[in-house]
């Protein structure tokens, strides 16, 4: 089984719509992660959370909410799609263990959002 | 800020040709410095990491060397095959929270 996973994998909506992604982790780490990914532009930082209690904005959070269940689950939602939030979302986790391991990310398959 | 700059794509080889593409980055600090690679369908996975000036990152037939004198860490493969067609995306980490900084990714085709 896939250490992180994320659902739904594909996803159309419409303008206006409320959307929530949901990523889930089986390898027991504190640190999660949300990042987009447009063609030509790499992947940037959604939001962050070091554990339940902690949720940070990353560089692009306008539009974005998050919620941190559990240590194991980590969701975002659109709360109004708009068609340039069309993109491929991916969740990542990080062990905060001593030195630089913490560093090291580990990424879900994405979801695909279509926002017409 | 920290940022990270790597080769426009796509970059198209044939198979066991040699393969350089080249990231350069700014970062205050100490950054340590990532190669991810993406494979079609699939989410990013760590393909090597250098944490200190002149490291070595190696894994696969990859290698990147950490270059501070010329804020560089260049991925590059003797022989590549069919299988590493690719997304590959150059990374650095830096500052107290550690989080990383992405390139816009080189997509790599090796043709038969």
């Known amino acids: 089984d896939a250490d992180v996973t994320q659902t739904p994998r594909n996803r159309i909506t419409k303008t206006g719509k409320r959307i929530m992604l949901e990523c889930s982790q089986t390898k027991g780490h504190d640190r999660m992660y949300w990042y987009r990914q447009d063609p030509g532009l790499g992947l940037r930082l959604i939001y962050y959370s070091f554990d339940v209690k902690d949720i940070n904005k990353g560089e692009i959070s306008d539009g974005y909410s998050v919620s941190r269940q559990a240590q194991a689950k980590f969701s975002l939602s659109l709360e109004s799609a708009i068609p340039n939030q069309t993109a491929l979302y991916f969740c990542?986790?990080?062990?905060?263990?001593?030195?630089?391991?913490?560093?090291?990310?580990?990424f879900g398959p994405g979801t695909r959002l279509l926002v017409l | 800020g920290n940022s990270v700059t790597q080769m426009e794509g796509p970059v198209t080889l044939s198979e066991e040709a040699f393969l350089t593409i080249n990231c350069t980055y700014t970062a205050t600090g100490y950054p340590s410095l990532f190669w991810y690679v993406q494979y079609p369908g699939e989410g990013l996975q760590l393909l090597l990491k250098?944490?200190?000036?002149?490291d070595k990152g190696s894994n696969k037939g990859f290698e990147a060397t950490y270059r501070k004198e010329t804020t560089s860490f260049h991925l590059e493969k003797g022989s590549v095959q069919v299988s590493d067609s690719a997304v590959y995306f150059c990374?650095?980490?830096?500052?107290?929270?550690?989080?990383?900084?992405f390139g816009s990714g080189t997509q790599l085709t090796v043709l038969p």
């Open positions: 990374a650095l980490a830096s500052g107290s929270a550690r989080q990383l900084t």
């Open positions: 250098a944490t200190k000036a002149d």
């Open positions: 990542a986790t990080s062990d905060p263990g001593q030195g630089k391991t913490q560093e090291t990310q580990y």
